[in-house]
Each structure stands twice: as C-alpha cells, then as structure tokens.
C-alpha cells in the first residue's frame, strides 16, 4: 500500500484507555510465563503498533502542509493526547516489570528488553501537562520553520527551498542568499527566543517534578541510553575537540584550496567544487526506482 493510500481514522480516546487497561489487566492475570509473553506479544505487535502507525501518519502529512486544516486539527489532538498515552504505555510497562514471571520473560525477549523498558519508568501522569505543554511548543516551531518565506532575488522560497542557493558557484550570490536566509531568523527571533526559553523551563520543570535535577538527566533515561551518560558523552566531547576539530580545520584549508579562495568564509562552506557541487544522476523517479532496487537485492539478516 502506497503511504497517500494508507487511511487515517482518529481513535476514540475512550477506546483507547479501556484498551490499555485490558491489556494491563491481562498482564497482572497471567498464569504462566508463556501466556505473559503472548500477551505482551500481541499488544506490542498489533494495538501499540498500529496506534503508533496512526500517530505517525498524522504527523507526516501535518509537516508535508502545516496548513492543511484537517491535520492541523488532528496534530493539535496529538499534542495533546500523546503524553496521555505515553502514561498509559508507563502502566504497561510497570505491570511487565513487577510481574513474578519477569525471569523467565528475560530468556525470552533478553535482558536488554526490560533496560529499556525500566527507562520509560521515569515517567509518570506528573509529566503529562509539561509533555504537552512541550508539544505545544515544538508545533509551535515547526509552523514558523514550515511556514518561511525568504525574498530574494525576485523570488520567494521556503527553507528547504533554499539549500541549492547557497551552493551556488558564484561567491557574490552565495553571500546575498546567506544574508537573505540569516534575515528570516533575524526577523523571527523574539518568536524563536521565546519558545526556546519556554521550552527550557517546562522541561526543567519537568524534570524536577519527576525527581531530577535536570532535563540532561531526565532525557537520558527518555531517550533509552542504557550504556553511556553524561561522564561518557563528557570523555566524547573532549575526543572531538583534539582529534576531530584540527581535522575539520585541515578539511576547510582544502576545501578553500580547491575552490581557489584566500579567505574561506561560512558562505563557502556549502560549495564543495568550483565546477559546482555534485548532482544526482537522474530524476525523483531515478533515484528512488534504484534505491528500491538496492533494499530488495539486502539479504533478510540485513
């Protein structure tokens, strides 16, 4: 089925919580490690999952037009109601951990399934409102991004529209788009600033009401790292700086070599070859007939 023929229906939020519930109930009644797997099974591979596939189809076609009212509607419900859900998976979840079969469900879906399941434990309905509140301001964004308008030239782009023209080969042009595009951000600042310090401060919020210090460490265990934190990633950002960052550099003088320019600037960044920077060897229908037939030719273990 092509993505614009997959159908959308909003799901009763009624529905939904009653189905949550029956889940957790079956999971806290069962009698054998088997039946337990079966039924975790089932809710992962059919309800989550398809509940899932719904969310995300509304979110795709709401960021393919922000102005599309049906799912502008629809990505508002979500906003909203996602946290909810995200709480009632938190139940699930707990249920799984608590259970008295939680050794035997270990051989069988492996120590790393309940690392991962234990992160999501950090939440709780205290999250909900700053969850959506969050979303409120990430849409937010979004819509600025989404909805740009950059004059320039005689012409008006999008953002995303934009890209090509900072590649171009003339420096004088390159400057005057990069300038154009700086302007935009320019011009939208105190909407930018503004989400931005919202967003620190629910999510600091957040934080704290879940028993953190800050988001930094709440957002490790949401993001499920169960192998690194904050001491690793410190050890990482001190490797980048003495080994990757005098390589960028040497790459820059080389680019600035290849492009014949004395004074390399952010403007040139973008542009690989005087010539110009590499294009895609055919159309849309090319690229994406050669990409399909590249994942079909993948072996089933890749």
């Known amino acids: ?25 079956d999971i806290l009644n069962a009698t054998s490690a088997k039946q337990l797997a079966q039924v975790i099974l089932d809710y992962e591979n059919n309800f989550s999952k398809d509940l899932n596939t719904t969310i995300s189809l509304s979110h795709v076609r709401y960021t393919i037009n922000t102005l599309d009212e049906f799912y502008e509607k629809e990505n508002e419900f979500w906003d909203e109601n996602s946290p909810i859900i995200e709480n009632l998976t938190v139940e699930v979840a707990k249920a799984i951990n608590s259970s008295k079969f939680k050794e035997d469900l270990k051989k069988e879906f492996g120590e790393h399934y309940f690392k991962l399941l234990e992160c999501s434990l950090v939440l709780n309905e205290k999250a909900i409102p700053y969850m959506q509140k969050e979303n409120e301001l990430v849409t937010k964004y979004s819509k600025i991004i989404a909805n740009s308008k950059i004059e320039f030239r005689g012409k008006t782009y999008t953002l995303s529209q934009f890209t090509p023209l900072l590649q171009n080969i003339d420096r004088e042009f390159r400057k005057e788009a990069f300038a154009a595009r700086t302007k935009f951000f320019e011009d939208n600042q105190d909407d930018f600033d503004s989400i931005y310090d919202d967003l620190v401060h629910t999510r600091t919020a957040m934080a704290k009401a879940l028993g953190y210090d800050n988001f930094v460490q709440l957002q ?38 290849t492009l014949g320019i004395d004074d390399f600037k952010f403007y040139d960044k973008a542009l690989d070859f005087k010539d110009g920077n590499s294009k895609p060897n055919g159309d849309c229908d090319f690229i994406v007939s050669n990409a399909q037939k590249m994942y079909r030719e993948l072996s089933e273990e890749t």
């Open 1 to 25: 089925m092509k993505f614009n023929d997959m159908p959308y229906q909003r799901p009763d939020m009624k529905d939904v919580k009653s189905h949550f519930e029956k889940v957790k109930n």
């Open 220 to 257: 490790y265990k949401l993001l499920k790292r169960t192998d690194y934190d904050h001491n690793d990633i410190a050890k990482y950002r001190e490797k980048i700086l003495k080994t990757f960052t005098p390589l960028s550099v040497k790459l820059r003088q080389e680019q600035a070599k």
